[in-house]
């Protein structure tokens, strides 16, 4: 089995991002727009795992070899947007270009009934949905986030917005602990924003055809829909280039029935659709995909029986 991606991403995210950090707390968005180049520069030409990623994502989005400039664009989006981050926490998102794009559907649901789940995934700009789908309609979220985890993100969130951070909501908790808190904030009319793309080695995952080839997605999300027996929308910031964003939220479904005779059966056909409307922004937005591991099974053994050959020799 492929190493966690945590292994991946908690050795080069957090030094990149205690630079942007730094500077977006410092400077203003054009001042600091210019520095992303070297910035980007170096984490390019120093991280090859991630590097190996994004060419394992863009040869199958773009369902070709990708040149040096795909690589560039991608690196450079995910830059982007995590110093977009850093000015939609601190709430001086005023610079940024957001066009949102609701369904009739998500605004019927939320008028009659604004406690719901919102799926999202390590796509784009999350903070988006957070600005102009809660912040500016009056639609609080909640986040529902492993602190332990997700360091990284914590450690943010209670820097730059406290306020946030007081509204996370612990996925440590287990069972009726969790499945309280969370319908206690779904009684109070917040959203709460889960993370459905992504699985821990530890996690119970399905797998799913995503871009042509199986990976692993938690089963986790859909438990709790299960669960909770309330709507689930799902909600997409793509990052468009320069100050532009386009926010997508579309109704997935009223509810999420698992029977319980066919429940895992149940989970694949859900997650299932969840990889597909995925790969429709991963098409449409295709520099946002930013699961910079080995997402897909085939590299992931790839990975695994290079590991094991290695050791034998040893």
């Not at 947007?81 to 000015?87: H, S």
């Not at 610079?95 to 406690?115: N, T």
Request: proline fraction near 5%.
């Amino acid at each position: 089995m492929s190493r966690d991606w945590r292994s991946h991403e908690e050795r080069s995210t957090p030094l990149m991002l205690q630079v942007i950090v730094w500077l977006a707390t410092r400077l203003r968005r054009s001042l600091v727009r210019p520095l992303l180049y070297p910035i980007v520069a170096y984490f390019f030409l120093t991280s090859p795992i991630s590097r190996a990623a994004s060419a394992g994502y863009l040869r199958r989005v773009f369902s070709r070899q990708p040149q040096w400039r795909d690589h560039w664009r991608h690196f450079f989006a995910f830059a982007s947007c995590t110093l977009d981050r850093i000015f939609m926490l601190t709430e001086r998102f005023h610079d940024l270009d957001i066009e949102v794009h609701r369904s009739v559907e998500v605004q019927a649901l939320v008028a009659r009934q604004p406690g719901c789940l919102l799926f999202v995934a390590h796509f784009g700009l999350a903070e988006t949905l957070r600005v102009m789908g809660t912040t500016q309609r009056g639609l609080p979220l909640s986040i529902l986030l492993d602190r332990e985890h997700g360091r990284m993100l914590t450690q943010l969130l209670e820097q730059l917005n406290p306020t946030l951070a007081q509204n996370v909501i612990d996925a440590s908790k287990r069972g009726p602990q969790l499945v309280l808190a969370l319908k206690e904030a779904l009684q109070s009319g917040r959203m709460i924003g889960i993370m459905a793309d992504r699985a821990l080695l530890t996690d119970r995952a399905v797998t799913v055809d995503f871009l042509g080839a199986p990976a692993r997605v938690p089963v986790g999300p859909w438990q709790l829909a299960g669960v909770l027996q309330v709507p689930v929308i799902l909600g997409f910031g793509c990052y468009l280039g320069g100050n532009r964003y386009s926010v997508h939220l579309e109704l997935f479904s009223e509810s999420i029935h698992l029977p319980r005779e066919r429940r895992e059966a149940a989970i694949a056909e859900w997650a299932q659709r969840y990889a597909r409307r995925l790969e429709h922004y991963a098409r449409l937005a295709p520099y946002n995909w930013f699961n910079f591991y080995d997402y897909w099974l085939a590299e992931q053994n790839a990975e695994s029986d290079r590991a094991d050959d290695a050791a034998a020799h040893q």
